[in-house]
């Protein structure tokens, strides 16, 4: 299969679903990391251009780690807008180009605006990168994904229906994680937050959910054209 994940900033997909990325490359599946933005304003230390390039950086080398490619749509922090027109090309360009089998993305009840908007972005995207009248300069991709939502930060509010055991996988997505050396400090500062241990504690909850050590929470999209009888989660 061809796996593509969509998070927000980087680092997202890598605190969310890190886990469930390393396992889909480690069976032998593609899979494709895509940070919307180029987490470009969240530094006490850097200009946003010095920001950007140290975490595309850091996003290159997380993804290199689960053994994923790593793309980004170049976006601004903060202005994420499923309803520019502008925006929802792109992503119709970026399904059409990784071409999918599954999509990954934030759930739309998080706790800020550029993840609530990228679960639209990418929702609206699986289904308009079909249409052939549709043009762009890339074909169009003539299925329409299945599509998980991952967990909300922090988990609040979120009601997983799915789970994949990420136990083997846990020192993997610590290190995808701690690839983001300047996020690790800028959350510290700013949030008061270690969120490499966040990460695993809120991992090893989602585990006591279901019976194993650690685990990834998601929840399948079931509306038409999505909805399927196969397992594609690992
Ligand atoms: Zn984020």
Request: hydrophobic share 40%.
């Amino acid at each position: 299969m061809r796996v593509l994940a969509v998070g927000a900033h980087p680092d997202d997909l890598e605190i969310l679903c890190g886990g469930t990325l390393a396992r889909f490359a480690a069976e032998g599946h593609e899979v494709v990391m895509c940070h919307a933005t180029k987490g470009d304003r969240g530094s006490f230390e850097y200009t946003s251009e010095e920001i950007s390039r140290i975490r595309h950086a850091e996003a290159a080398r997380a993804a290199e780690i689960a053994g994923a490619e790593h793309v980004s749509l170049g976006l601004s922090d903060g202005e994420v807008n499923a309803a520019d027109p502008a925006q929802r090309l792109l992503a119709v360009d970026l399904v059409r180009e990784t071409r999918p089998d599954v999509i990954l993305t934030h759930s739309a009840g998080d706790y800020m605006a550029d993840h609530n908007e990228i679960s639209k972005l990418v929702f609206d995207a699986s289904f308009l990168s079909s249409l052939p009248l549709l043009e762009t300069s890339k074909p169009n991709h003539p299925v329409v994904a299945p599509l998980f939502f991952m967990e909300t930060i922090g988990g609040l509010g979120f009601e997983p229906t799915e789970f994949v055991d990420v136990t083997e996988m846990i020192e993997t997505k610590a290190l995808m994680l701690e690839a983001h050396e300047s996020q690790l400090r800028w959350l510290k500062d700013h949030d008061g937050v270690d969120i490499v241990e966040q990460m695993r504690t809120a991992t090893a909850h989602r585990g006591s959910q279901c019976g194993v050590r650690y685990a990834e929470g998601f929840a399948a999209c079931t509306t038409w054209l999505r909805a399927t009888t196969k397992r594609l989660l690992p």
